[in-house]
């Protein structure tokens, strides 16, 4: 899990097959905003929570450290320790945190982040709660259900917004223009091998839809290519990183 909390639950949400079979994929998570601005900062902030080897701890001087130099860090982490553990994945609000540039047919143009919304509504639990139910509580609980469901919205860049910063949480007024309706019917477990292997890219995008210079955006379809490589074997399919 690579968000700055392990109780942030994760989706993948969409993976939509569009325009004459072109795939696209949405991927959002559940805090505002990302904790770092580019991939050295990523990289550095990695190293610096990295377990010390003789107390299995981190070094809560160098996190503090990366802390102090990376003020632009804290929204994000501030809502990674703030937050209480989910009820489902399905009760959970999930945002793009990348914002993509979607023209219109008449040319006018916008730039929007995803936020796709729990049809379940947001619910928590208490830590206590949730240690109850154990530590796959939520695996088991998605399996289980029948259906899970969310409203997906673009969300509008207001003044001052600024598209290429995945570190800043846009203000709650801005406008959300319902877009999609997103339906979990059933696991999809044989996706390991060939060219449509399990793999999330946010810079596959269709016609109408372009990226921000958000370099975090730019740097994930290398991280994720490598990724399936390692956990499968197979390389990725060629459609990912030529978004
Ligand atoms: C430099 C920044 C980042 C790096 C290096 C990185 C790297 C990775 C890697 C290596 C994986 C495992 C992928 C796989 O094995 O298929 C992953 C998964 C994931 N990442 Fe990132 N990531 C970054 C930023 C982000 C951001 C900004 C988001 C926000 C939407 C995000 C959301 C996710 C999600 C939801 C998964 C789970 C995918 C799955 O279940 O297969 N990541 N990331």
Avoid at 187 to 209: M, N
Wanted: hydrophobic letters at 35%; one cysteine or more.
């Amino acid at each position: 899990m690579l968000a700055p909390s392990s109780r942030s639950a994760e989706l993948v949400a969409g993976r939509r097959a569009l325009q004459e079979g072109r795939l696209t994929d949405v991927v959002a998570l559940s805090l505002p905003c990302f904790f770092a601005r580019t991939p050295e900062d990523f990289l550095a902030f990695t190293s610096a929570r990295k377990p010390d080897p003789e107390t299995g701890q981190p070094d809560l001087e160098k996190v503090g450290a990366w802390l102090g130099e990376h003020p632009e860090a804290g929204t994000a982490i501030q809502a990674a320790l703030s937050s209480e553990p989910p009820e489902s994945y399905a009760t959970v609000l999930y945002n793009s945190i990348h914002a993509f540039k979607w023209t219109a047919p008449d040319g006018t143009e916008r730039w929007v982040r995803y936020r796709f919304e729990p049809e379940a509504g947001e619910r928590s639990l208490s830590m206590e709660d949730a240690k109850e139910r154990g530590r796959d509580y939520l695996q088991e609980e998605i399996l289980g259900r029948d259906t899970a469901a969310f409203r997906l919205f673009a969300v509008i860049a207001g003044d001052g917004d600024d598209p290429a910063d995945p570190t800043v949480a846009w203000p709650d007024d801005r406008e959300r223009v319902e877009v999609g309706r997103l339906e979990l019917s059933g696991p999809d477990p044989e996706r390991e091998q060939g060219d449509d292997i399990l793999v999330f890219d946010p810079t596959r995008v269709i016609d109408g839809i372009e990226l921000s210079d958000d370099q975090i955006l730019r740097f994930r379809p290398r991280a994720y290519a490598a990724s399936v490589t390692r956990r499968s074997g197979a390389p990725a399919p060629a459609s990912v990183g030529a978004g």
